[in-house]
């Protein structure tokens, strides 16, 4: 890729297919609403890409005065990993879980920020009222042990740390056990401070009968990427959620297959059934307070105003 100088403030997407992604349509819209004068402008690598490759992005947006940052998906590893000592600063977070999904500047040195903890907590939070895990005595159990799931069980050891609600127990799965290593390992580090479980679950129908053991009021989540990245579910469509229950897509685009089979079991479950639109919205709304240094709502009026901002630029043509 060649880089040009910007003309303009510019906050960059990094990912593998950015064109298709609605942030090209809603950040404008966003810009205008929140004042910031600025563009997005999107970098497509192909996952694992040449380190040389991600060296070269961070490069020169550290150089470039109107390059005002980024937000990273898919790369957030690989990319801290290959451009490490470029960075001047990463926020705790980064440090911990090794990755970075949001790059910003400040007084000339170059920051590092793992955002995805923030995110996602400010998204369940959004879902699940408080003393809601405390009334039902519910579980959790994610499907998919990657960096969305280090994130979320990260959101949640921290809240128990400090005597918040969080679930009587987490159950974490992979398809394969060397998948699960990583987040055992990350929690074994940190202590992890609620009771957890690790199921290699080869086959959908492995992960159905962990799902159907659960207990009433306990939350179903997708983290595999499945139905986005790669077509299919970690599930199949005979699975039995919980009754009471929540069932919690992170995604918001693709086939969405579990968010099908959620919504079929959700009048005999009496199961709720959450998409990851809330997600995307707090995703890019933490990125850009940090590149831009702008105070923006996670909850209320106006953060429902960017979110309805952000849903009419999608429908519109």
């Not at 490759?53 to 961070?58: G, I, L, M, T």
């Not at 040195?109 to 923030?118: M, N, Q, S, V």
Request: some cysteine; proline content about 6%; hydrophobic content about 40%.
């Amino acid at each position: 890729m060649t880089y040009t100088p910007a003309r303009q403030r510019t906050l960059y997407f990094i990912g593998v297919t950015t064109s298709q992604s609605s942030i090209m349509k809603v950040f404008p819209r966003w810009s205008e609403a929140l004042g910031l004068d600025a563009v997005i402008k999107g970098i497509d690598f192909t996952p694992n890409d040449d380190p040389a490759r991600y060296r070269e992005a961070v490069a020169f947006i550290k150089a470039d005065p109107l390059s005002m940052g980024a937000l990273v998906t898919t790369h957030k590893v690989n990319l801290l990993k290959a451009s490490r000592d470029l960075f001047d600063d990463l926020d705790p977070y980064a440090q911990t879980l090794g990755e970075i999904s949001g790059v910003s500047k400040r007084g000339g040195r170059l920051w590092g920020h793992a955002k995805d903890p923030i995110t996602v907590g400010c998204s369940l939070e959004a879902i699940v009222e408080d003393g809601y895990w405390r009334r039902t005595g519910a579980e959790m159990i994610i499907l998919g042990a990657g960096g969305s799931s280090m994130a979320l069980t990260l959101f949640l050891h921290n809240k128990a740390i400090r005597g918040g609600d969080t679930p009587g127990r987490i159950t974490v799965t992979a398809r394969r056990e060397q998948s699960l290593a990583e987040i055992r390992e990350a929690h074994r580090r940190i202590g992890f401070a609620i009771p957890v479980a690790y199921a290699v679950t080869p086959e959908p129908t492995d992960a159905d009968r962990l799902v159907a053991a659960l207990p009433k009021g306990s939350m179903v989540v997708n983290a595999t990427g499945l139905g986005k990245d790669r077509p299919g579910s970690p599930l199949t469509d005979a699975v039995a959620f919980p009754g009471d229950g929540i069932a919690w897509e992170f995604n918001y685009r693709g086939e969405l297959i579990f968010l099908d089979q959620a919504r079929a079991a959700r009048a005999r479950a009496n199961l709720r059934v959450e998409d990851g639109w809330v997600y995307f919205i707090h995703g890019w709304t933490r990125v850009i307070a940090e590149v831009f240094d702008t105070p923006i709502a996670v909850a209320g009026p106006k953060f429902d105003r960017l979110s309805q901002i952000a849903l009419s630029a999608t429908k519109g043509p």
